[in-house]
């Protein structure tokens, strides 16, 4: 007979119902947290179908929640949409604890992301508001829901088009320059920001980590070898993972006189939400990041050809490359020069930060964008628990690379190029 637990979690899964947890008790410590209040008076909880899961979010479960309250301070009832992300640890997931990501998210919110908004000066807003985080029963971190400010996800599986990057790539351009400043004022704040997901301990000591990257690689080679003309290509990819373990390190390794910016460090579709022009819907005139569970100080390169590489079309990638880096270059230069920074990086040395790591672009476009890419019909059941069943993740990255012609396309054109600049040899 199952425990009752065990009940709890079945129901769970098949219904996205909410763990028992997420009770009225959780909300108002999370309301009188976030909104600084001593009491709040929950009137009621309206859970609304998640965002997350189904391919859209692979290490957490997100619960989207409205809460109907009275707030001590104002005396009048009120509604706030919120955001809750759980992480719960377990083998498959060990990893998330490895590499700290609760605890530097939990820091980022709570000691740079205003810092960084009130230095940028122009009221340009880095990421949402954290109301409240706990670690128990598991961890947890409650934000305000952007969607009720009118911010929407693009879609994962057509990419940006020009106008969806020159937004983005200008709030990162803020970004990046505002926590140059900060960096210098306060040069503390990268000491749980030193390393992203390509941390060399967590790649020399984590298998299935290494096992899973090996696994996309080589079925990338393997389906690499069927294009004509690609017979040698295929052959540099096999030799490389041969070698991922160290390829990897290299990939995540800080360099000896590199420009140094807080990265966003998972910078892909569904991790930044844009808001549109009320006359235009279809044109975004802000954008707003989530998730900093792996930031970490490094070159903006690694932000940039991360992003290039995951989430943009291909037609944009292919003829307007060199426009959105001027378009990234235009927002970090006039962000430093408005802040009076002594250093303002010119374009040649963003283009060399961006040179010397396409690795890093490369680790985005094998690692990721087959899975960004994926059809939610045939991504509804990954998950990092599920992936990591031996079976189960052979047949689901053999679909990855051919779920969305997108992703061979993209991968056609970008190993091409990766081969000129001479990555692999």
Same mark, same amino acid.
């Given at each position: ?13 098949? +219904?996205?119902? *909410? ?47 409205? #809460? ?8 009048? %009832? ?9 992480? !719960? ?23 740079? $992301? ?29 934000? %305000? ?8 996800? !693009? ?21 990046? !320059?505002?926590?140059? /400043? ?14 992203? =997901?390509? %941390? ?12 899973? =990257? #090996?696994?996309?690689?080589?079925? $990338?080679?393997? /389906?690499?070898?069927?294009? *004509? ?26 360099? *000896? ?5 807080? @990265? ?16 235009? *819907? +279809? ?25 290039? @590489? ?52 490369? &680790?985005?476009?094998?690692? &990721? /964008? ?15 628990? !599920? ?12 679909? =990855? ?17 990766? %081969? ?6």
């Amino acid at each position: 007979m199952k425990l009752e637990s065990e009940k709890e979690k079945d129901k769970e899964r098949r +219904t996205g119902d *909410p763990p028992k947890y997420l009770n009225e008790e959780f909300f108002k410590a999370a309301l009188e947290d976030g909104l600084r209040d001593m009491r709040v008076d929950i009137k009621k909880i309206i859970f609304a179908e998640s965002s997350g899961g189904g391919g859209e979010n692979y290490c957490s479960k997100i619960y989207r929640a409205r #809460a109907l309250y009275r707030s001590s301070k104002r005396q009048l %009832d009120e509604e706030l949409a919120m955001i809750v992300k759980s992480i !719960a640890i377990t083998p498959a997931t060990q990893f998330l604890e490895e590499l700290a990501v609760y605890l530097r998210e939990k820091i980022f919110y709570f000691d740079v $992301l205003g810092k960084l908004e009130v230095l940028i000066g122009d009221g340009s807003k880095f990421g949402a508001k954290c109301l409240y985080t706990t670690r128990e029963p598991i961890q947890t971190i409650v934000f %305000d829901d952007l969607t009720q400010y009118g911010y929407k996800l !693009a879609s994962r599986q057509s990419g940006l088009n020009e106008e969806h990057c020159v937004v983005i790539l200008k709030k990162l351009g803020k970004f990046h !320059a505002s926590s140059m /400043l900060l960096a210098q004022k306060e040069p503390g704040v990268g000491e749980h920001f030193t390393s992203g =997901m390509l %941390d060399e301990n967590y790649i020399r000591t984590n298998e299935r980590f290494i096992n899973f =990257m #090996a696994l996309q690689l080589r079925t $990338l080679a393997n /389906l690499v070898a069927e294009w *004509p003309g690609y017979e040698q290509l295929a052959d540099k990819l096999h030799r490389h993972c041969d070698n991922i373990k160290e390829n990897l390190v290299t990939t995540g390794r800080s360099l *000896p006189g590199e420009i140094t910016v807080l @990265n966003h460090g998972d910078l892909w579709v569904n991790n930044f939400m844009y808001k549109y022009d009320d006359e235009q *819907p +279809t044109k975004p005139i802000d954008a707003i990041f989530v998730d900093f569970q792996n930031s970490f100080f490094g070159s903006p390169g690694c932000d940039i050809n991360f992003f290039l @590489n995951s989430s943009v079309q291909l037609d944009v990638l292919i003829h307007r490359r060199e426009f959105l880096i001027q378009t990234y270059y235009g927002a970090l230069r006039e962000s430093l020069e408005r802040m009076h920074f002594e250093f303002v990086p010119s374009y040649a040395d963003i283009q060399q930060e961006i040179r010397a790591r396409e690795l890093y672009g490369f &680790f985005s476009s094998y690692a &990721f /964008l087959p899975m960004v890419t994926m059809k939610k019909e045939d991504s509804y059941d990954i998950s990092i628990e !599920a992936l990591s069943d031996p079976d189960f993740a052979k047949t689901k990255v053999q679909l =990855m690379f051919s779920s969305n012609p997108r992703t061979t396309d993209t991968l056609r054109y970008a190993l091409r190029r990766f %081969d000129e600049l001479g990555i692999f040899d």
